[in-house]
Every structure is written in C-alpha cells, then in structure tokens.
C-alpha cells in the first residue's frame, strides 16, 4: 500500500511540475484565465502530493520499517 501512496504522490509531482510550466507559459502569452487556472492545479496537485508522502511516512512510522 506504501508504494502505492508514493507512486500517486510522485505521479502528482509531475502534474505540478507540468501545471506550472503551463500556467508561467499562459501567463506570459497574456492569458490571465488559463494561467489562473493551471496554477491553482498545480497548487492542488502539489498539496495533495504532500499529503501523499505524509500518509506513506506514517505507514511507515506504524510498521516500524526503516526509512530508505
């Protein structure tokens, strides 16, 4: 289940990366709409990619297994 947590938050990593690239680019071209949007994405995903790696340290915490 761990890794299952990790690969969703490093999944979610990309699409941040992917959000901000998208949202300075739209920015840029002087569409404020899109760049709005794609950046409260990216904000989202990268919250949710924290939580993710939160919650697998935890189950990690629980089962006493080393970190690494």
Known sequence: ????????????IFITVIGVAVSVA????SQVTTAALTGVIA?????????????QAEE???R???AG
Do not use: K, N, Y
Request: charged content about 10%.
């Open 26 to 29: 739209s920015w840029g071209a």
């Open 1 to 12: 289940m761990a890794e299952g947590i990790a690969t969703l938050g490093l999944f979610l």
């Open 43 to 55: 904000l989202l995903s990268f919250a949710a990619s924290i939580a993710c790696f939160r919650a």
């Open 60 to 62: 990690h915490d629980q």
């Open 64 to 66: 006493g297994v080393p």
